[in-house]
């Protein structure tokens, strides 16, 4: 289960809406959220290259990433790995993990 980090907009931080000294102070005072503030942007990029290369996501992908990068953090170091290095090795465990790969829409 995440911390509760009251009123801060975790997703703010992490996509960039709420940036300033003030936040990276804030977010230097709370490594905790520090933490999921970093997750969150790793998969966010993630989830921009996968855009960029025109796979089509389903509805609420980042999010279901997301979760699964929170229980098991080692996950996304290999998605990453595999992005930057072997793209057809992320679209195999892409489908192993969700079970259905999304179609490249240069293909349809």
């Known amino acids: 289960m995440r911390p509760d980090f009251g009123d801060v907009d975790l997703t703010g931080l992490a996509d960039g809406t709420l940036a ?5 102070a804030w977010l230097a005072a709370h490594p905790e959220a520090a933490a999921e503030v970093a997750i969150a942007r790793r998969v966010h990029a993630l989830i921009a290259q996968l855009q960029y290369a025109e796979i089509e ?16 953090s080692a996950l996304l170091d290999l998605l990453e790995l595999s992005l930057a290095n ?21 293909s349809t």
């Open 20 to 24: 300033g000294p003030e936040w990276d």
């Open 86 to 106: 072997v793209g057809h090795v992320l679209l195999e465990l892409l489908d192993f993990l969700f079970g259905g790969l999304p179609e490249s829409r240069s």
């Open 57 to 72: 996501l389903p509805a609420h992908f980042e999010a279901q990433v997301l979760a699964r990068v929170r229980s098991h």
